[in-house]
Nanobody
Framework: QVLLVESGGGSVQTGTSLRLSCAVS????????MGWFRQAPGMEREFVAG????????NYAASVKGRFTISRDNTRNTMTLQMNGLKPEDTAVYFC??????????????????WGQGTQVTVSS
């Protein structure tokens, strides 16, 4: 069974950066299609970024494209989300997720079977 643990959240000001990490154990990060999701209070969980298992291809939500970068480190068995130019609307709990779907990069949360516990990101203006 794979275990995902996020770290790196915090409280920052508009325009600054944060780097989230997802430590993978039990399996290797390259065994899955990986994704980052976020959930703000009263809102549904939404796709932020994804990384395809075989090709390493990426996909981003329109709201973060050009500001966020998803990557993985196979030697450290981790996935990261580099977040630059943070805005108050980025405030949410961020979740790391893994999917057994490897032929495409799903963006719906229901397609991800494994989840971390989440890490809070708060951006103040």
């Amino acid at each position: 069974q794979v275990l995902l643990v996020e770290s790196g959240g915090g409280s920052v000001q508009t325009g600054t950066s944060l780097r989230l990490s997802c430590a993978v154990s039990g399996r290797t990060v390259s065994d899955y299609t990986m994704g980052w999701f976020r959930q703000a209070p009263g809102m549904e969980r939404e796709f932020v970024a994804g990384l395809k298992r075989w090709t390493g291809g990426t996909n981003y939500a329109a709201s973060v494209k050009g500001r966020f970068t998803i990557s993985r480190d196979n030697t450290r068995n981790t996935m990261t989300l580099q977040m630059n130019g943070l805005k108050p609307e980025d405030t949410a709990v961020y979740f790391c997720a893994a999917s057994d779907i490897v032929t495409r990069l799903p963006t719906a949360a229901r397609n991800y079977a494994y989840w971390g516990q989440g890490t809070q990101v708060t951006v103040s203006s």
